[in-house]
């Protein structure tokens, strides 16, 4: 058995592993204490394009986790690395809120309807028929199909609410065209997180709650990866996936000790 080696950075999800339905998960403070402290590099992740890295700080910060806006990576900031490398300087008509057209704005991309290189769909909870029908006619006019997450639905205290991938999958249906997520499950954002810190998959670990994104994306990511139980996935549900975590945990607080 390969020698495993010590973790020497961190990933984690946010909903579901830090908070819950906008209350901090018990452990969750004392954990991010512990990373700053110990100098380790770390992200805290999520798919939600909705906000900015400042915005998700301050949100952070009112239940009492205090993460750096430099400590926050999102499926918006992802996505706009990933279109500053393959197609620098481009133009895009974006379908999102200040999360996404902030990101794509400081790549260098000019936002605009005419004759886009991209349409990009993010999180936002203003979807309008008129805006998808837009996007649905650039993209048969040519424009290529980027969506930030593929999400179906998103939690809110009332219950789901749909996201990024099922308006994705509408507009598949009416132009044929599949877009490429960027967000996790795709393993090409926690390497652009890795990127970002300067670190290394081998050495790095990935905590989330979800098997079918945060796990998923970390194991083809190369990383060590741990289950927490205090979001959607369930230690029963565990066994339905044709892989594994290399440790499930009751929550964030038992993953102090490792840091």
């Known amino acids: 058995m390969t020698e495993q080696r010590p973790i020497e950075s961190w990933l984690t999800d946010m909903d ?19 990373l700053r402290d110990s100098g380790k590099p770390f992200l805290v992740l ?12 301050v949100r952070l910060s009112r239940i009492g986790l205090e993460v750096p806006v430099e400590n926050i990576w999102t499926s918006a900031l992802a996505t706009a690395k990933f279109l500053d490398n ?3 300087g481009g133009t895009a008509y974006v379908i999102g809120e200040a999360g996404l057209t902030t990101a794509m704005h400081e790549a260098g991309y000019v936002l605009t309807d005419s004759d886009p290189d991209f349409v990009i769909l993010g999180e936002t909870r203003t979807y309008s ?6 996007a649905i006619r650039l993209i048969n ?25 099922s308006v994705a999958a509408l507009i598949t249906k009416a132009t044929g065209k599949e877009p490429y997520f960027v967000g996790k499950p795709n393993p090409l954002m926690m390497r652009s997180a890795l990127n970002t810190l300067g670190a290394h998959s081998e050495t790095s670990a990935m905590i989330g709650d979800r098997m079918d994104t945060d796990v998923l994306a970390g194991l083809e990511a190369g990383m060590e990866t741990f289950l927490v139980l205090t979001g959607l996935t369930r230690k029963e549900d565990v066994h339905h996936y044709p892989y594994r975590p290399t440790r499930i945990v009751d929550s964030i607080a038992d993953l102090v000790e490792l840091i």
Request: proline share 11%.
């Open 86 to 88: 393959q197609h620098p």
């Open 46 to 57: 999520t798919n939600n394009s909705i906000y900015t890295a400042r915005d998700l700080h």
């Open 16 to 34: 579901g592993v830090l908070m819950h339905e906008g209350v901090p998960v018990p452990g969750a403070d004392t954990f991010i204490g512990k």
């Open 141 to 165: 006019n040519g424009a290529r199909f980027i969506a930030t997450n593929p999400d179906n639905t998103g939690p809110s205290p009332e219950g789901a609410l749909p996201a990024t991938g």
């Open 129 to 134: 028929f008129e805006a998808l029908t837009k």
